[in-house]
């Protein structure tokens, strides 16, 4: 067996593992078991150590999400922020994502819950607006950050 046979098998087993969650769990349950692998995910972007190296580097909490918007895939819009991907980029699936549930945009929401617990130091809510899976054009999550601080770390 190749290397593209392998990959393949993979991905079909990813579908058959999701489908089978949508069928046999309820909705709360498969979130929450997708955010948890999230949380952990291998695959991510922006590794928790660069995430750190920004965050360490910033002075303000307002400097570290400026930071974020230029560097990584955080946009913020009429005072918001968003994470926002043009595509699926998981590499589970990312191959052939045609037929593949939405359960798994939790697991990226698990994994920006746990990037942005990690950079602000507190829980913040993700809110999954669109997703490729879902048949939208892009995967767009809304960061619930309501101020970003201008006070400089250590001082609050």
């Given at each position: ?20 969650l949508d069928g046999q769990i309820d909705e709360q349950a ?104 879902r048949g939208d054009d892009e ?18």
């Open positions: 067996m190749g290397d593209s046979d392998t990959s393949q098998g993979f991905t079909r087993w990813v579908k058959e593992l999701l489908a089978a498969r979130k929450n078991i997708m955010a948890a692998c999230g949380q952990k995910c291998p695959f991510t972007h922006l590794t928790d150590s660069r995430l750190l190296d920004i965050r360490d580097r910033a002075e303000t909490e307002e400097a570290l999400l400026d930071t974020l918007c230029s560097e990584w895939r955080l946009q913020k819009q009429q005072g918001r922020y968003y994470v926002v991907f043009d595509r699926c980029y998981c590499p589970l699936v990312n191959d052939a994502i045609e037929g593949t549930s939405a359960t798994l945009c939790s697991c990226t929401e698990g994994n920006l819950r746990h990037k942005f617990k990690l950079a602000l130091g507190r829980e913040v809510a993700i809110e999954v607006q669109k997703t490729i899976l995967c767009r999550f809304l960061i619930g950050i309501d101020q970003a601080s201008s006070v400089a770390y250590g001082d609050e």
